[in-house]
């Protein structure tokens, strides 16, 4: 008799041990609405954070976590599937919660003017950091967009440049670029004159991806840029 107590007491508690390890599995995996755009935020420094919903959400809230494995792309609304895990030691201003994608559910395209996701664009300082496949370190190549004239400033790497730029949806296109006239090492002019050579092409479109402006050539990505804080 003691022996059946003890037996079905020892599969209580692992029926129990199961129950709770499920229970919190599912506490732990959630849906999460992502909006189509990304929206300014501080934390350390100036970035940009996902617009969510949860299950319970009547707005849009501000997510300052990344959601490993998941990339956003601009003009998509997704219904994710995510888990949480609380964190251990977690460094100072960071979530104490890691957030992983465990599945997109749904990816919707959201119709998005043009001249929002410029005002987005001209309100950052957008670094060169991949030029036709190879990344650019130490460069001090940069674009400013100024939404109310539609012109464009910045540096080739060595020189500055100045000029004409549209948008229409996702095609972008770059004219009358100008620049000074110092001169360079050959690492700089080179650069300058690979940048200059992309500028000119036609045919270009545009993303906006998390903190990156992305240019393509066909299905070719020929230039990224890094989202940085616009100087006032």
């Known amino acids: 008799m003691k022996s059946q107590i003890l037996k079905f007491t020892k599969l209580s508690l692992i029926l129990l041990l199961l129950f709770s390890l499920a229970f919190t599995s599912r506490a732990n995996i959630f849906k999460l609405t992502v909006k189509e755009d990304l929206a300014n935020c501080t934390g350390v420094a100036l970035r940009t954070c996902y617009q969510v919903k949860y299950s319970n959400s009547k707005d849009w809230e501000l997510f300052y976590s990344e959601i490993i494995g998941f990339k956003h792309q601009a003009g998509y609304r997704y219904v994710l599937q995510v888990s949480r ?3 251990k030691n977690v460094p100072a201003d ?17 119709a ?13 300082k957008w670094k060169l950091i991949q030029l036709n496949g190879n990344t650019i370190e130490n460069s001090s190549a940069f674009l400013i967009f100024d939404a109310k004239t539609n012109r464009l400033s910045g540096n080739s790497g060595c020189n500055n440049l100045f000029g004409t730029f549209k948008i229409d949806k996702t095609a972008i296109s770059f004219g009358q670029i100008g620049m000074t006239r110092m001169a360079c090492d050959e690492t700089r002019n080179k650069l300058e004159s690979e940048f200059a050579k992309a500028l000119a092409a036609n045919n270009l479109k545009y993303d906006i991806a998390d903190q990156t402006l992305n240019i393509y050539l066909g299905d070719k990505l020929v230039m990224m840029f890094g989202m940085s804080p616009l100087e006032k």
């Open 112 to 124: 998005i003017k043009a001249n929002s996701e410029l005002t987005f664009i001209a309100k950052h």
């Open 85 to 87: 895990t609380k964190r």
């Open 94 to 110: 960071a979530s104490a919660y890691e957030y992983k994608l465990v599945k997109v559910l749904k990816k919707t395209k959201m």
